[in-house]
């Protein structure tokens, strides 16, 4: 039996049994063995030389977007609209066979945006390539799930369940659990506060399921069966997500109004050019990239060339931004003045720990070398030799 029937076999067997005091700890475990075989599904097979076909490109820019939607739901289009690069957009499906990247130029930053080909249900199990599609958003700061106004809400939830069965998880943070794994001492199940999802039983049954027998595990937050096993996995990715649905121009104006009052959701028309400057101020915000301007002793600053961080990329803090111009000038920073926002008085001493925000103007005042020394008849000491034996002997005089 393949890995597939195997999971569907014990899906089939989930839906059957009902849900109750008594059972919670059976569905514990068939939900581990699921997260198992699915881990097992996305790993190469065995005496395989390389990974295969994918659609990987070069990062590129200070951010990436993927877009990602069922066929025909307007992504080449969309991609053509914000990056002007050409991608084949036609009245049929699977038009888009590969992955097309196009570069975005907002606010000084460049964001690189990949047209995906459309995923179908059953993409998590390699169906239509689906799982080259979800490995390349796995590299994305952010995904545009892009809809389809005019067709039901299920494809949302198609799509999300896809995503979230390869270890995507979708708007969500990681969970407040601790865990680690130990040589001897066997398990420690320790809470800072009431659970009411997990148990220690629970908890046991899942780690033997693994066949983790000494791990340290401490709870700090009233976490589900299902954050535990992706903190025991650990190989969940946690990545921000924008609903576009697009197509409003099919729709009546209260479906529209509905569809634009849902949670980190953004309506546009391709068609029309209807609402593109708000999803990309959307996008920005989403990834969080914050703009910092270098200004030299005595000059103007330069608003040309911004210095761009991200959280997601490293930091946003002054040592962060040393880091990118140089990661030898974090050595010679004596302090550093800022002025914007993240300051208090302009302009604002700062260490290496402050956090930047967007638009900051950073001047960095590096150590002045010493001399060694002194000057002149100041000199604490000569440039001869130390030893006397060391000192080069004058010729002798001639008689």
């Known amino acids: 039996m393949g890995i597939i029937e195997r999971i569907k076999e014990i899906e089939a067997e989930m839906a059957r049994t009902q849900k109750n005091k008594a059972t919670e700890y059976h569905l514990g475990q068939l939900k581990a063995k699921i997260a198992k075989l699915r881990t097992q599904l996305l790993e190469p097979p ?66 690189q945006l990949l047209d995906l080909p459309g995923i179908i249900e059953g993409a998590s199990e390699g169906k239509g390539r689906g799982r080259q599609v979800i490995a390349v958003s796995k590299s994305s700061d952010l995904v545009l799930m892009v809809l389809d106004a005019s067709k039901s809400e299920g494809h949302r939830q198609i799509l999300t369940k896809e995503l979230e069965a390869v270890g995507l998880r979708l708007n969500k943070r990681p969970p407040q659990i601790y865990f ?46 299902d ?9 969940r990715k946690y990545i921000k997500c924008i609903y576009v649905y697009n197509k409003i121009d099919v729709i009546g ?35 969080g990239l914050v703009r910092g301007y270098t200004k030299p002793q005595g000059q103007q600053p330069d608003f040309s060339d911004p210095v761009v961080l991200s959280a997601d990329r490293g930091g946003c803090t002054v040592e962060d931004f040393c880091n990118h ?23 604002q001493h700062c260490g290496l720990g402050h956090v930047l925000q967007d638009e900051d103007v950073v001047q960095i ?29 004058k010729a002798p005089l001639k008689t």
């Not at 111009?325 to 302009?347: F, N, Q």
């Open 365 to 393: 005042v590096k150590k002045k070398e010493k001399e060694e020394g002194g000057r002149g008849r100041f000199k604490s000491h000569s440039t001869a030799p130390a030893r006397i034996s060391d000192r080069e002997k």
């Open 325 to 347: 111009i140089h990661r030898s000038l974090i050595k010679d920073v004596k302090y550093v003045l800022v002025w914007g926002t993240s300051a208090r008085h302009y302009p």
């Open 227 to 235: 954050e535990l096993i992706d903190v025991i996995e650990g190989n």
């Open 46 to 111: 065995k005496g395989s030389s390389g990974g295969g076909e994918g659609f990987e490109v070069t990062k590129f820019g200070h951010g990436r977007v993927a877009l990602i939607g069922f066929p025909s739901v307007g992504k080449s289009t969309l991609l053509t609209m914000l990056t002007g690069t050409h991608s084949e957009a036609a009245s049929y499906e699977f038009t888009t066979l590969t992955c097309i990247p196009g570069i975005i130029h907002y606010n000084d930053t460049k964001i």
């Open 180 to 225: 680690k794994r130990k040589k001897t001492g066997g398990i420690s199940f320790n809470s800072t506060v009431p659970l009411t999802h997990v148990d220690e039983k629970l908890c046991y049954q899942i780690l033997h399921e693994y066949k983790i027998h000494n791990a340290e595990v401490l709870f700090r937050e009233d976490a589900t069966v």
């Open 253 to 287: 104006i209260d479906d529209v109004d509905k569809l634009a009052r849902q949670p980190n959701s953004v309506v546009i028309s391709c068609n029309l050019q209807l609402n593109l400057d708000r999803l990309l101020a959307k996008m920005w915000d989403e990834m």
